[in-house]
């Protein structure tokens, strides 16, 4: 009996495959850091400008089908706020559109560093200029030139961080297609 239940067995474990996903690949260097397939996520900025964070549906022909959820803070009844999906769109992007993939995990945030040394720069010149006016005798001409300092770093530091990883000399994406299984049945 046992032998019987195990021929149809084998030929159902024949019969039955799956067909390979095509998948982008990301390089640092021809050395790959992350791989993009479907059913995964991804987070970018086309060359338009425009960011997308989305699930990938699927990878054909050099294609990336994308859905994008829209999810919004919602009063409740109770007046609590939770999340809440408002809706979802469909996207679909080629692969070359892509301008920069976004940075994920752990890392230092330069740009949101950048804007606090930005912002207690300007504090410490406003100070500055408040204590010149109010009593000169107190004004320190080292703290206004350390607040100013301050400020110009803290600019320059906001405007090279938040761009991610930019697709170019150093990072390059590579779009892999799976070979397909000829069917002889």
Do not use: W
Request: charged fraction near 15%; proline fraction near 2%.
């Amino acid at each position: 009996m046992k032998k019987l239940l195990i021929i149809p067995f084998c030929f159902f474990t024949y019969i039955t495959f799956s067909q390979a996903s095509d998948f982008i690949l990301l390089k640092k260097r021809n050395v790959t850091i992350a791989t993009y397939f479907s059913g995964g996520t991804i987070s970018f900025t086309t060359n338009t400008g425009a960011f997308m964070e989305a699930n990938i549906l699927r990878i054909k022909k050099d294609t990336l089908f994308l859905k994008e959820f829209m999810v919004k803070p919602v009063m409740t009844q109770l007046g609590v706020y939770i999340l809440d999906t408002l809706g979802s769109y469909l996207h679909s992007y080629h692969y070359k559109e892509i301008f920069s993939i976004a940075i994920t995990g752990r890392r230092f945030d330069v740009s949101g560093s950048g804007a606090a040394l930005l912002g207690g720069g300007i504090l410490i010149t406003l100070a500055s200029g408040v204590v010149y006016l109010a009593d000169n005798k107190k004004f320190s001409p080292e703290l206004l030139a350390a607040g100013i300092a301050l400020g110009g770093l803290g600019y320059i530091l906001s405007k090279q961080g938040g761009k991610g990883m930019v697709l170019g000399k150093k990072y390059k994406l590579e779009y892999i297609q799976a070979q397909s299984v000829p069917n002889n049945f």
